[in-house]
């Protein structure tokens, strides 16, 4: 029996039902500035995205373009202006970044009570605890689909393939926090099949087109797909779709599946951030 489809569209809007009325009740709204240097199509399209679902919430988006040639002093001082600006509550940084830009410093200099990407190394570290304030968006976006699937995780034998500190790392404790036993596995795991073929919930995060087939996957599996790769044939994730969803019992698209739900865990992000700074 064909899998069925873990739609992103319907759980990213009840999401931002929710944090509608909590944008209401809030004394102001929530205020999300991106800061953006280059020409990136991708991350253009992604801001363009943030920018429509945070106003359909009731959340102020503002987009910095800097320049492309900026150095890391000026990348820093970008940051450093926006993380004393009271009047922001949410920070993120668009990536990729120029070339000769180390994103790492820049994304640790964001106030952690601002990281709404979840990237900052405070934030990762309350993960880590078991006390995620402002989580990775698509680690949480990962787990939010796997609970969606009806999936029990309580003892659940769970493979996360991938080992991202925004995507990877997060979601398997996020899914360990939850009572699951997981395996994390990258691209050079010795017999890759033989860890994912006992997962019955299975994370693909490792950014290979297609990577994963489908007689690698246990019969009835979830599969959360996190990947979404550029191919002639246009947009295509981690897992090979049409073997796996002859497979699985549940599978997520691409595009259309984890990328939704990701976009509404930043505007859940921006809302608790919000939260925070005002006590």
Known sequence: MPARILEGKPIA???????AQEVTAMDRPP???ALMAGEDAGARSYAKMQAKAARAVGIEYELRELPV????????????????DYGIDGIILQMPLPGGLDATEAQ?????RKDVDGVHPLSL???????????????????RLVEESGAELRGAEVVVVGRSVIVGKPAA???????????????TTRDL???????????????????????????????IDVGMNWT??????????DEAAEVASAITPVPGGVGPVTVAMLLRNTVEAAKLQRG
């Open 125 to 143: 570290g309350l993960v880590t605890a078991g006390r995620p304030l402002l989580a990775p968006c698509t680690a949480q976006s990962a787990v």
């Open 69 to 84: 040639d900026l150095s890391q002093a000026d990348l820093m001082a970008a940051i450093t202006e926006a993380n004393s």
């Open 31 to 33: 205020r999300l500035v």
């Open 173 to 187: 404790l996020m899914l360990l926090d939850r009572g699951a036993t997981v395996t994390i596995c990258r691209s």
């Open 108 to 112: 640790a200099a964001i106030d952690p």
């Open 232 to 241: 002639e044939d246009g947009y295509v994730g981690d897992v090979a779709f």
């Open 13 to 19: 809007e009840a999401i931002r039902a929710e944090l």
């Open 193 to 223: 099949a033989a860890h994912t073929m006992r997962a019955e919930i299975l994370v693909v995060a490792i950014g290979r087109a297609q990577m994963i087939r489908g007689d690698q996957i246990k019969p009835g599996a979830v599969v």
